[in-house]
């Protein structure tokens, strides 16, 4: 095994080769500019077999998306370097950045593009983290369509109790027209029975039309002990009564939180920030939004750190493939705009 180590010197560094990484990096090679792309491979929807809504490929599964991505930049632009490794420290310097991945290899950058996703985390209840993005699935736009017809249900933790309105809203508002024939709002041991229960449930305000279709509704509070799934269905095991055996149950992450191959490189000392919940740090915070709300979208690149750059969900935690392939163009355009800007002053002092 080889111990010799390598030195890269590159305009762009864009770390994480999911959705918003690829795009960066298709972006910018349109400006032959010497780039590397780092991608360790954990994506977030990486558990998923397949993907919609992504535009001219609905639907398709997210390895075949990115593969196919990827391919295409490494074909058509010989100056974009793609490296299966993970950046293990990334540091500000006089001239750019100092990344460093696992193996000990150096980039020096000049700009930076961080695009390195996040991870969800789920309610702790033995079986759900194998069945999420199968059979336990979060947004109507991704998988939601699929369930159309069969019976559904939502589960409700005492950690969302700040989001179980939010999810409810959308359960009446989007889910409703899938026709379930029944569904089952699960509350995991919150008792829809207690004032507590019922407004951190989220289903306060919909108890009305609950209670005129008790076909149609069904509260279990009881805790959940456990879910398996099988081929066609997810088994709900409860503390207290008999095992329940459904579609699909719509589940929210209790926290986002970055990536874990990116917490050695999002680091105060970097970003001159404290992450935030929600990972949405590395976006420069929009004083016009409340702390707590719904994480921003994000249109706005740039980080507080000059030649720093975020893309996706790394940023924006909310954004889906299309969004975060929007957000690695409009990265890697104001990166490509930054080094044109330097290149012009240099040029320009010099006559
Ligand atoms: C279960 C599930 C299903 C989904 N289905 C859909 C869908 O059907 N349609 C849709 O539009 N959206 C879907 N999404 C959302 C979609 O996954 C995200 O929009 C998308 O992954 C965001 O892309 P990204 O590039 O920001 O992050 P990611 O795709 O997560 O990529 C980030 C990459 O950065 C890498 N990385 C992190 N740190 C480092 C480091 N230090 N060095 C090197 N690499 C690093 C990671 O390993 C990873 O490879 C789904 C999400 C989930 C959870």
Redesign the pocket.
């Known amino acids: 095994m080889s111990t010799t180590t390598t030195t890269s010197q590159v305009d762009l560094l864009i770390?994480?080769?999911?959705?918003?990484?690829?795009s960066a990096a298709l972006m910018f090679s349109r400006l032959r500019r010497p780039t590397i792309v780092?991608?360790?491979?954990?994506?977030?929807?990486v558990?998923?077999p397949?993907?919609?809504?992504?535009l001219g490929h609905e639907p398709i599964s997210?390895e075949a998306y990115r593969r196919k991505a990827r391919s295409e930049i490494e074909q058509g632009y010989e100056w974009t370097q793609f490296v299966d490794?993970?950046?293990?420290k990334l540091v500000k310097s006089d001239k750019g950045f100092e990344a460093e991945d696992a193996e000990g290899n150096k980039v020096l950058a000049k700009k930076v593009i961080l695009?390195?996703?996040?991870r969800?985390v789920l309610p702790a209840i033995p079986g759900l983290q194998e069945a999420?993005?199968h059979r336990a699935?979060?947004?109507i736009?991704?998988?939601g369509t699929e369930t159309r017809d069969q019976p559904f249900g939502f589960l409700l933790t005492g950690a969302n109790a700040k989001f179980n309105p939010m999810i409810m809203a959308s359960g009446f508002k989007l889910w409703n027209t899938l026709t379930h024939p029944k569904t089952f709002f699960f509350t995991h041991g919150m008792h829809t029975t207690t004032p507590e229960g019922l407004r951190d449930s989220g289903l306060e305000k919909f108890m009305g039309i609950i209670k005129a279709h008790p076909d149609k509704y069904e509260i279990v509070n009881d805790e959940i002990t456990s879910v398996e799934q099988s081929a066609s269905t997810l088994t709900l095991s409860f503390a207290s009564r008999a095992p329940l055996s459904i579609p699909y149950i719509l589940v929210f992450p209790e926290r986002i939180l970055p990536?874990p191959?990116?917490e050695?490189?999002l680091t105060k000392d970097l970003l001159l920030a404290d992450l935030t919940p929600f990972g949405g740090s590395i976006a420069a915070p929009d004083p016009a939004l409340p702390a707590a709300g719904m994480p921003r979208m994000g249109d706005d690149p740039r980080t507080q750190v000059p030649g720093l750059f975020w893309?996706?969900?790394?940023g924006s935690p909310m954004?889906?493939?299309?969004?975060?392939v929007a957000q690695?163009q409009q990265a890697a355009a104001f990166a490509g705009e930054s080094l044109g800007e330097e290149d012009l002053q240099a040029m320009l002092a010099s006559v």
């Open positions: 770390v994480g080769g999911g959705p918003a990484g690829l780092y991608d360790s491979g954990l994506y977030r929807n558990q998923s397949t993907a919609h809504t992504i997210p490794g993970k950046i293990t695009a390195t996703g996040v969800d999420w993005g699935i979060h947004c736009f991704c998988h990536s191959h990116a050695s490189i893309a996706g969900n790394s954004a889906n493939v299309n969004l975060s690695g």
